[in-house]
């Protein structure tokens, strides 16, 4: 169970917003959607909707959600708001925020590692996918990615596109979900005619992949894409827009929490159903790390990491001989195949166990990170940083 980043503090609150309303926001919300989940998993018979259920209330307990005061970094002090221990679920709004949070810092330093070339630009690239009724979202998401990754490997996209960042979002209409993605790239000119031609088709093999046929109803017959200019500022022109508008498109991180009220409940059930979900986020072209750094994918399928090109089936590059000489290490079971294999009792008391025993380790670690900051969690309980409790 991961329980890194989720516990850092928000640096990107709204001003009217106070870290105690956030918190008591993603408490209420992580409950009402954990119980509404529980209710259409007993309904639809899933044991692992109705675990990921209990998982999400654990993660919305008032004992796992905290927040603090003179938190500090780089000498400045600061409030902010966290949990001590994650789920990782995507439907769980306190992960999902951490998750945001995570996606931007990292692009950001993609953007500011990788620079220009003459000749190039940061363009800002929105390509839209045609709303399927009756599709749920599980399988839509696949087809978005899908069609990624074979537009993403076109020469028209290589020839003019080096590096860049993409983002996936989807909204929920009265005749189903409505999905897009935001591209923040490093590229020469693109032909706006070629980009809606390329996307296009890629998004029409895609769907026919799953036996369903594609009709836009657009003007062109087309899928709508869209390309601006990215400036430090925006400089009153719809076709520009400024680098940190740009970044919160690209890093929305799918949807907000709200959106999941208007799912069928068995969309619901299905998306909590689904163990590791395609690339949401990802950096790709000269703005990925390089290999062998810090970043790995967690057991949750963090979908803000990427080592590698994931979309496009890339794999680790590993010594055979290497792998062959170590000796096997036996996994603990996750989370996930313990909520299957257990009964029901005694499933809630290790879930129980484990997230106490990370808050436990958590709570510890923060204090000693954040020496002159006092914790407490909605539940009431207090903790103090290591040098306040010293100096009492």
Known sequence: ?????????????????????????RARRGGEVAARLASAARACGSAVALGVSDLLRECSAPANIWTATDLDASGELFDGVGIYAACGCRLCPSCSASLRRRSRRRARVALES????????????????PTMTGAPLVETMRVVQRAWSLFSRRRFWLSAVRAGIKGV????????????LHVLAISTWIAHAGLRAEWSHCVRKAWAEQGRAVIFNTPTGEAIVDVRLVR?????????????????????????SESWDALPDEHLVGVAEVQRWARLFEVFGDARPPRGGKERAS?????????KEISRGGAPCVDASLRASQPARARPPTLRELMIALDRQTWLSVLALRFAERRAYRKAALCDRYSFARFETLAGEVSLGSLIKWQR
């Open 1 to 25: 169970m991961r329980a890194s980043a989720e516990a850092l503090p928000n640096l990107n609150f709204p001003a009217h917003k106070s870290v105690a309303g956030i918190a008591n926001y």
């Open 114 to 129: 990788c620079q220009l070339r003459r000749g190039e630009h940061h363009r800002f690239i929105t390509l839209t996918m």
């Open 169 to 180: 979002e989807f909204t929920i209409t009265p005749t189903g979900y409505h999905t897009h």
């Open 232 to 256: 430090a500022k925006r400089q009153g022109s719809r076709v520009v827009i400024s680098t940190e508008a740009a970044l919160q498109e690209v890093t929305k991180y799918v949807t907000k």
């Open 299 to 307: 057991e949750g399928g963090d979908a803000s990491l990427d080592t």
